[in-house]
Nanobody, 114 residues
Framework: QVQLVESGGGLVQPGGSLRLSCAAS????????MDWYRQAPGKQRELVAA???????NYANSVKGRFTISRDNGKATVYLQMNSLKPEDTAVYYC????????WGQGTQVTVSS
């Protein structure tokens, strides 16, 4: 079955950095577009970044220039490097892919606070 397992979340001060990882199994990873979403308390889940099979990327305006999505097909893992973190980046971050239907990871908490 499809499994997406996120890691790398935590508490960081404003201006700090974190790198999230999402290890995928049960899919042909190299043929899959992979996304990162986030959901803050009381808000809708929103797309943060996406990377296609060819390595093309797309970012939410709020994270452009600060976040970088990348993938390692050999490890079936997608990454989200987050720099210059702000308190408004605080959310649960989810890995996502579509394989006929939507698949989500369990989420990893990112808290940006002094």
């Amino acid at each position: 079955q499809v499994q997406l397992v996120e890691s790398g979340g935590g508490l960081v001060q404003p201006g700090g950095s974190l790198r999230l990882s999402c290890a995928a199994s049960g899919i042909i990873f190299s043929l899959s577009t992979m996304d990162w979403y986030r959901q803050a308390p009381g808000k809708q889940r929103e797309l943060v970044a996406a990377i296609t099979t060819g390595g093309n990327t797309n970012y939410a305006n709020s994270v452009k220039g600060r976040f970088t999505i990348s993938r390692d097909n050999g490890k079936a893992t997608v990454y989200l490097q987050m720099n210059s973190l702000k308190p408004e980046d605080t959310a649960v971050y989810y890995c996502h892919t579509v394989q006929i239907r939507d698949y989500w990871g369990q989420g990893t908490q990112v808290t940006v606070s002094s």
